[in-house]
Each structure stands twice: as structure tokens, then as C-alpha cells.
């Protein structure tokens, strides 16, 4: 169980934006697709298929020779950015945005903190259910379900990812927490990812020590040109390739 105090959100969201990088979400209506339409599938928007965009701009940029290093790419960064603001907000407020897919707006060529749009700031508790209930189900069960019915990619190598991303938040903000001599927003931010990753999806995809993970699966990137193992990675070294 993980108490939390509670204050209330300041509309703009601006002490999240503090903690910056993929912790920042900008809010407002920009003329872009919402979470909801880009996991609709098939989705075609005026600008087209964002996620299927998304991918191939990552293939392209990575010059990655599978579809799937795309995809895993692709997944593992939208999971990231969704669970900092989660995270990160309910560490610092104790409250949480509501993330609902249909308030989210996203820009499939953006980078953070300009990829993600909250088109109204509606507080919800900011606990381990209702961030597992908003990020968990809201958005990466939909994400995965759009991802693999568009492309061939294995459903436990985006749960690898997702865990990943979570304790690579929770990492990220205990860093934030000790420089800014904020220890109780890292041990918060802590506390909800080791509650979170216990659950079926996520609870046999690694290990977490402290902020430390270390995944049972890969998330590809060693199959780019010039790539190689992610810090978290089950292999100690690239493998070899036959």
C-alpha cells in the first residue's frame, strides 16, 4: 500500500513540467489526433494512420532493417512518456491528470514534451489502481492490440517494454528527487512502480532491485546498424546474428 499526500493540480500542470523530458505534458487543444483515434484500428485520420506514421518514421531514422525494431521502438517510447506523466505527477501531487485516450492528443512527428497534448485537466486519485486503470488499460493494452494487429511483433516483447519504461520512470525520477533534495518523491515514485509491475502482465517480464531492472526479454535495438544492448537488456552482449 502506498499513501500519498494530495494537492491539488495546478491547470497548466506546471510543477510536472518541472521534472521535465517525458515527464512534461503541455496542455491545450492543438489540431492533432487523439490517443483514442490513433489506437482505433484501422485508423485513418486527415494526416492518416499516426501509428503506422510513428513506425515508419522510426524505421527510417534508425535505418532499422525489421519492421518490428519500429514497432518496439514505437511502443516503448509512447509507454514511456505515458508512464512518467503518471508517475511523476502522482509522486509530486498525489493526484493524477486524467489520461483518458480521448483527452490525449498526440503528434506522431513530435518528440517529447511536444508529442503529447492533455486537452483538459481533470484530477483523479493517484494511486496504484488508478494509475494502473488509466495507463495500464487506457492506453497500452489498446497500443499493443493496434501495434500487432498492424504488424508481426510478439505480445511479451511489448510487455518487456512497457515494464522497462516503468522502471526507467521511477528511475528517472529518483534522480530528480535526490538532486532537487526531494528523497519522498523518489521513495513515492518507487513504491508505485514495484505495486504496478505486480501485475500478470508485467510481473514476469524482469527484475527490479532498488531503481535497478534487468528484463527477460529485448527490445531489438541491438539489430540496427551500429546498435547495441540497452542497459536493462537480458543479453550481457549483443548476440550474434546467423
Not at 527510417?60 to 511523476?88: F, H, N
Not at 498525489?94 to 489520461?99: A, K
Not at 500487432?148 to 510478439?154: D, L, S
Request: aromatic share 6%.
Amino acid at each position: 500500500m502506498v499513501y500519498l499526500i494530495s494537492v491539488d493540480l495546478d491547470p497548466d500542470l506546471n510543477r510536472l513540467a518541472s521534472l521535465e523530458g517525458f515527464f512534461a505534458l503541455r496542455t491545450g487543444r492543438p489540431s492533432l489526433p487523439t490517443l483514442a483515434e490513433a489506437y482505433a484500428a484501422p485508423c485513418v485520420t486527415i494526416k492518416g494512420d499516426p501509428l503506422t506514421f510513428r513506425v515508419r518514421k522510426v524505421a527510417r531514422l534508425l535505418d532499422a532493417p525489421e519492421v518490428r525494431i519500429a514497432v518496439s521502438v514505437t511502443q516503448q517510447g509512447l509507454a514511456a512518456r505515458l508512464w512518467s506523466v503518471a508517475l511523476g505527477a502522482a509522486a509530486l501531487y498525489g493526484r493524477l491528470p486524467d489520461l483518458d485516450p480521448r483527452l490525449l492528443r498526440w503528434d506522431a512527428d513530435g518528440s517529447a514534451p511536444d508529442d503529447l497534448w492533455l486537452s483538459e485537466v481533470r484530477a483523479l486519485p493517484g494511486d496504484t489502481a488508478m494509475i494502473r486503470r488509466v495507463v495500464h488499460h487506457g492506453h497500452l493494452e489498446p497500443l499493443a492490440a493496434a501495434l500487432r494487429a498492424r504488424h508481426p511483433v510478439a505480445a511479451g516483447l511489448l510487455w518487456g517494454n512497457a515494464a522497462s519504461a516503468l522502471a526507467g520512470a521511477a528511475r528517472e525520477l529518483d534522480r530528480w528527487a535526490r538532486a532537487n533534495g526531494r528523497p519522498e518523491v523518489g521513495d513515492r515514485g518507487r513504491a508505485l512502480a514495484v505495486d504496478l509491475l505486480d501485475h500478470p502482465d508485467l510481473r514476469d517480464t524482469g527484475t527490479l532491485n532498488g531503481t535497478a531492472f534487468r528484463r527477460r526479454s529485448c527490445c531489438l535495438y541491438y539489430r540496427i546498424p551500429g546498435g547495441g544492448v540497452c542497459g536493462d537488456c537480458c543479453f550481457a552482449r549483443p548476440p550474434r546474428r546467423v
